[in-house]
T-cell receptor, first 114, second 116 residues
Framework: AQKVTQAQTEISVVEKEDVTLDCVYE???????LFWYKQPPSGELVFLIR??????QNEISGRYSWNFQKSTSSFNFTITASQVVDSAVYFC???????????FGKGTRLSVIA | DAGVIQSPRHEVTEMGQEVTLRCKPI?????LFWYRQTMMRGLELLIY????????DSGMPEDRFSAKMPNASFSTLKIQPSEPRDSAVYFC??????????????FGEGSWLTVV
């Protein structure tokens, strides 16, 4: 079965704090792809990152970083020095094999308070 | 480059009316997806097409829902007759996918449907 679990439903932090959003996935495929999307209050779904199962190198993009660990089937997302504009719902998602649709987690609502 | 374009952005309709949502995928993309988002069920896949052919429509809730993709640049999702429980945000998305790539799926801004 293919599944993505985001155990944190809501997180609230004060501006400038670091915050980590957890994502655990399940798949039996050896080749798969992991994603994070951001959904700001305006409602659109914005692509943040794609990672394939053979690339465990962590990625950093500005204040965003991602930690992919196959041993624990996790693909966690950290925002450093959070800002109010980071307030959104963040979705972790999985494509379990090459040409299949995204399987989404339930999302984590992040509120950054000034 | 233009992203995935959906219309209408917002629609309020009365129960029993027909609703048609439209989508133009990113030019050159060969896979198109319709997702629905509700508070209760989150993001769920309704149907997806590859090269204009429906591949999996198991997520379509019932016969009131139908989707078509007459060509590579246009798709519709139709609800007839609409019911209040169909109120949701409907996202269209597209990707350039092949069997192995798992390419990124890009989403439109969504169509916010309210059935009263």
């Amino acid at each position: 079965a293919q599944k993505v679990t985001q155990a944190q439903t809501e997180i609230s932090v004060v501006e400038k704090e670091d915050v980590t959003l957890d994502c655990v996935y399940e798949t039996r495929d050896t080749t798969y792809y992991l994603f994070w999307y951001k959904q700001p209050p305006s409602g659109e779904l914005v692509f943040l990152i794609r990672r394939n199962s053979f690339d465990e190198q962590n990625e950093i993009s500005g204040r965003y970083s991602w930690n992919f660990q196959k041993s624990t089937s996790s693909f966690n997302f950290t925002i450093t020095a959070s800002q109010v504009v980071d307030s959104a719902v963040y979705f972790c998602a999985l494509i379990p094999s090459g040409n299949t649709p995204l399987v989404f987690g339930k999302g984590t609502r992040l509120s950054v308070i000034a | 480059d233009a992203g995935v374009i959906q219309s209408p952005r917002h629609e309020v309709t009365e129960m029993g009316q027909e609703v048609t949502l439209r989508c133009k995928p990113i030019s050159g993309h060969n896979s198109l997806f319709w997702y629905r988002q509700t508070m209760m069920r989150g993001l769920e896949l309704l149907i997806y097409f590859n090269n204009n052919v429906p591949i999996d429509d198991s997520g379509m809730p019932e016969d009131r829902f139908s989707a078509k993709m007459p060509n590579a640049s246009f798709s519709t999702l139709k609800i007839q007759p609409s019911e209040p429980r169909d109120s949701a945000v409907y996202f269209c998305a597209s990707s350039l996918a092949d069997r192995y790539s798992g390419n990124t799926i890009y989403f439109g801004e969504g169509s916010w449907l309210t059935v009263v």
